[in-house]
């Protein structure tokens, strides 16, 4: 059974710093892309950070630039997505997604709100 659980969400202030976990089973993970997502109330989920399988090459949206870090632990089977510098508008559900090819799963999402 494939499942991609995402953790360590929460409530946060501003300018401060989390770092969710996705955790995968079910599938030979070392072989599969993975992406951090988002989607706020009201707006349509984005990507945030990707990271190739041996995790030599990652890519950011242009809103995290220097403040997220994506990397990932294949011994492990996860992903983690770091961030700082929190601002309000990073408040959103945050889902893990793996990709191979056609192949695509995603987790159930974790919560993530900055606010004071």
């Known amino acids: 059974q494939v499942q991609l659980v995402e953790s360590g969400g929460g409530l946060v202030q501003p300018g401060g710093s989390l770092r969710l976990s996705c955790a995968a089973s079910?599938?030979?993970?070392?072989?599969?892309?993975m992406n951090w997502y988002r989607q706020a109330p009201g707006k349509e989920r984005e990507l945030v950070a990707a990271?190739?399988?041996?995790?030599?090459?990652?890519n950011y949206a242009d809103s995290v630039k220097g403040r997220f870090t994506i990397s990932r632990d294949n011994a492990k089977n996860t992903v983690y997505l770091q961030m700082n510098s929190l601002k309000p508008e990073d408040t959103a559900v945050y889902y893990c997604?793996?990709?191979?090819?056609?192949?695509?799963?995603w987790g159930q999402g974790t919560q993530v709100t900055v606010s004071s």
């Open positions: 079910g599938f030979t993970f070392s072989s599969y892309a």
């Open positions: 997604k793996a990709r191979d090819r056609g192949v695509v799963y």
């Open positions: 990271i190739t399988r041996a995790g030599g090459i990652t």
